[in-house]
């Protein structure tokens, strides 16, 4: 059963990750990224898609052309946990690939 | 050159369609697609991806876990184009396999 992160916690795993802000009226976090191109955006979503599937943990995400915006919450505790920490590490990595 | 359809050009198009909805505050057309599992939305997306590269047509588009959000729109029309409803056409067909 996953845990929700309490506040030092959370802080602490937050100051591990870059660029990934906490969002304005839900608990959870996100981040956008900026491709050259549709393809490598799609790229980098059907990488991240493997990852999600794999955590069992899935983002709320969008895509416009090159444009990917990605929010990490985690429903069943209602607030962020271990796993958006796993997820947003693994889309970083891809991002940067 | 891309041209904007005018409106009964639009409404004939439209009326070929299932379940695209014009959308309010934009000149674009807007459907949500429901799926049994992450895999099976996140499959449908990389089936339409590679339609959209290839027409060089792009949809704006969320997905949360089994459910895909697609909005449709000609930037350089500044409307509706005959590549929304090609692409449109190719998301429905998609979605239905």
Known sequence: MVKKLTGPERQSALDQLTGW????DRDAISKSFKFRSFIEAFGF????????????HHPEWSNVYNRVDILLTTHDVDGLSELDMQLASK???????
Not at 45 to 51: G, I, K, Y
């Open 45 to 56: 979503m059907s990488r991240v898609a493997l990852h999600a599937e794999k955590l069992n």
């Open 91 to 97: 889309i970083d990595r891809e991002a940067s690939r």
């Open 21 to 24: 802000q906490n969002v304005e």
